[in-house]
């Protein structure tokens, strides 16, 4: 079974810049998340899927940052314009059912750097 | 404001020994913890888990230990092995509202052969 498939792996781009990523979820995977990953800290979420619809998104900045899963499975993240502080990996996850404590599977991330 | 917090940004222990990566939180919402381990540019794979309704899980070589009233959880290896160094995550959350995982800032733990 394949996993979480994430692309870019990395990224460089100049601040101001838009950039996005790209994630596929575990087949039959329902649930996806995106989390941020800043150098020595966990990830934090940024906003959680159930199929198309987007449950959780608190935490997204949604001035600079949005996100879409059109079709309930793969899902996109994208920042326009990137700032310096984007810098970070970006991490998609996916679980198999709502409401239960089912395992997030992650995938590789993609290491994202604002020059 | 951290809910879940790994004071030890790394550990070193020698293989064969026991390694103990401790994990506190503030909230006490929270009922279901999780320990993740994460090797480098991969993404972090689930470990073990424990309930609020239960003091301690084992699987293997790994146990979680969690003391309610303290607001604490340690994960124990034993014995510990070259291939379980990584960057351990600790993460927590809360029944109601599903699926949110808090993390903490992670263990870098070094085995030394």
């Known amino acids: 079974e394949a996993g979480v498939v994430q692309s870019p792996r990395y990224k460089i781009i100049e601040k101001k810049q838009p950039v996005a990523f790209w994630c596929n979820p575990i087949?039959?995977?329902?649930?996806l998340y995106w989390y941020r990953q800043n150098l020595g800290q966990g990830p934090e979420l940024l906003i959680r899927y159930e199929n198309e619809e987007a449950v959780d998104d608190s935490q997204l900045p949604k001035d600079r940052f949005s996100a879409e899963r059109l079709k309930g499975v793969d899902s996109t993240l994208k920042i326009q314009p990137a700032e310096l502080g984007d810098s970070a990996v970006y991490l998609c996850?996916?679980?198999?059912?709502?409401?239960?404590?089912?395992?997030?599977?992650f995938g590789p991330g993609t290491r994202l750097t604002v020059l | 404001d951290q809910q879940v917090k790994q004071n030890s940004p790394s550990l070193s222990v020698q293989e064969g020994r026991i390694s103990i990566l401790n994990c506190d939180y503030t909230n006490s919402m929270f009922d279901y913890f999780l320990w993740y381990k994460k090797y480098p540019a991969e993404g972090p794979t689930f470990l073990i888990s424990?309930?609020?309704?239960?003091d301690k899980n084992e699987d293997g070589r790994f146990t979680v230990f969690l003391n309610k009233s303290a607001k604490h959880l340690s994960l124990h290896i034993v014995p510990s092995q070259p291939g379980d160094s990584a960057v351990y995550f600790c993460a927590a959350s809360v029944t109601q509202g599903a699926q949110k995982l808090v993390f903490g800032q992670g263990t870098r733990l070094t085995i030394n052969p």
């Open positions: 996850a996916s679980s198999s059912l709502a409401g239960s404590y089912n395992e997030q599977f």
């Open positions: 087949s039959g995977h329902n649930t």
């Open positions: 424990i309930s609020s309704i239960k």
